[in-house]
């Protein structure tokens, strides 16, 4: 800790924005990692929801902070936000790769969650976040043209990171809305989570653990439930609040961009000129580069 102590609130902010950047970028390469394995999503999720739930309740109980857990918004959190969201998103990265995911989820990701924000909360749309969103509109009607010229095929892995990305807009504006603290939120979903889950996978899912790699299952277990279900959590909330929700924002959504990059010599997966377009409208229309430029032009 003596190192944190002597670095300024700006450059711990920074740092707890490289850690969650990380952590962010490696989802994808590990959860496409899930299909080389042959590990079976309801396998993942059961790894994720149940060991963060036993890391967290005796951490909550010893705090003896669990009041929160008996309020009926978490259920709906954990439904659309945790268990809807992460079966969807695993499962399209278990059939599509990772650049898929990067367009398909988090370049629509804002777009949903945008529309379900103005519908439900009736918060408009700024000019700057109108033309990020024009961005994103206009890039996947591009790519459409361009995969039907040339016989690309539009797979049920697109299709899930699609409803993913709308489970993630809808989760985010339910947050604005409701208003929970950061540890809150990701207590009180993991647990909901491993309590409605478990029961449901002991009752209908047959377990594929006996012909997965003890190896690999402990790097995804350790990985989907400590490294991004609570430390990514918990960096990300205090770079938020040490250097501001748009730097933090922006520099930890560059991350799944580099990740499609780097699937390409680790997964040995291809980008062709159609998700070559995806990728750098995404870019474009997610993370609003123009909005540092004006910061910076700034006296």
Known sequence: MKFFRHLSTTQQGYLFTIITMCIWGSFGLLARMNAYWQIQVWDVLLLRFGIAALVLIPILWLKKDYRFLFDWRMLILALVGSIGYCTLVYSGFFYAPVAHGVVFLNGTFPLFAALIGYVVLKQGIDKHT?????????????????????????GIGDVFFILSGACWGLFSVLLRQWNFSAWHIMSGVAIWSAILYIPAYVLFV????????????????????????????????????????????????????????????????????????????????????????QKTQKP
Not at 220 to 225: I, P, R, T, V, W
Not at 244 to 265: K, R, T
């Open 130 to 154: 109108g033309i990020g969103l024009g961005i994103i509109v206009a890039t996947l009607l591009l790519m459409a043209v361009m995969m039907i010229a040339d016989n690309a095929r539009f």
């Open 206 to 293: 047959e377990p594929n653990f006996a012909n997965n790699q003890p190896v690999h299952l402990v790097i995804q277990g350790l990985f989907h439930s400590i490294f991004v279900v609570i430390i990514a959590t918990i960096s990300y909330a205090k770079a938020v609040a040490q250097i501001g929700v748009f730097q933090a924002g922006s520099i930890a959504n560059l991350a799944p961009f580099i990740a499609s990059l780097l699937a390409v010599p680790l997964l040995g997966e291809m980008i062709d000129a159609t998700l070559l377009l995806g990728l750098i409208g995404m870019a474009l229309g997610a993370l609003q580069p123009w909005r540092w430029l």
